[in-house]
């Protein structure tokens, strides 16, 4: 499954999630090495490098996809002049972007109504040579800060950053909290994935999609799941405090 993913992942041609994938790696190494277990990081990059390598052959195998692969990767680092269409499409909207939260910075244009209002902020730069070929049609910012300020205001964005921060801090409690086994490694897991997704949408619009919208919800819900399921099943915790109450218990077995 891993591979397969890892296949599908190229494919997509994802620029920005490949940089997301990369992200929430290093966001899962940096809680192990947080947590003492230094030793796991080397194998977890030693695994994540042989099934990635493995999608990578196997991809570059299929003709399409692999002169896609190889010119999304020419274009990194590229202006966007040079870059084409995939860049120049995501300068344009960013740019009516910007004109939306400088005419309503406080509460924005209003709720999911970016579709709407992105046509009417195009005809000034239409017009110039970079721009002329693009399409009009625009779903979403490619960039959910800016997105979310640009419908819902200062006021939007500042909560949506605010309860995206109370969740880190709360992720990284429960973590600290349990022991190390697969229900902190899980939580590991959920905080690195939607960090790498959260990368993915400030060049992508992922977030606007049912699919993956509903998958980053589920992976937010599943820390607070996890310490419930945890707690009711009795597993001894991470924390000085816990461990010590938990050897009585083991002493009255022996």
Request: hydrophobic share 45%.
């Amino acid at each position: 499954l891993n591979l397969a993913l890892r296949g599908a992942l190229l494919c997509t041609g994802t620029r920005s999630g490949w940089w997301g994938t990369l992200v929430g790696l290093a966001v899962v190494a940096g809680f192990l090495w947080r947590g003492g277990a230094r030793e796991e990081i080397g194998r977890l990059l030693k695994g994540v490098a042989a099934v990635s390598a493995a999608a990578l052959i196997g991809v570059m195998l299929l003709p399409g996809p692999r002169k896609m692969i190889i010119e999304r990767t020419k274009s990194i680092g590229l202006s966007f002049e040079k870059a084409g269409q995939p860049l120049g499409q995501r300068v344009l909207i960013w740019r009516c972007t910007k004109d939306m939260i400088m005419e309503h910075p406080l509460v924005g244009q209003g709720f999911n109504l970016f579709e709407l209002v992105y046509p009417w902020k195009q005809p000034p730069y239409l017009p110039q040579p970079e721009f002329r070929s693009f399409r009009t049609h625009g779903n979403a910012g490619h960039n959910e800060i800016l997105c979310t300020w640009a419908e819902t205001g200062i006021i939007g964005v500042g909560l949506f950053l605010w309860f995206l921060a109370l969740w880190t801090r709360k992720s990284v409690a429960v973590a600290d909290s349990l022991a190390p086994g697969p229900s902190q490694r899980l939580v590991y897991g959920a905080v690195g994935g939607a960090a790498g997704f959260c990368v993915d949408n400030l060049f992508n619009v992922s977030f606007h999609f049912p699919g993956p919208s509903v998958a980053f919800w589920l992976v937010i819900a599943l820390v607070f799941l996890q310490e419930r399921f945890v707690a009711r099943r009795g597993e001894p915790s991470g924390s000085p405090r816990a461990g010590q109450q938990a050897r009585p218990h083991k002493v009255s077995h022996a």
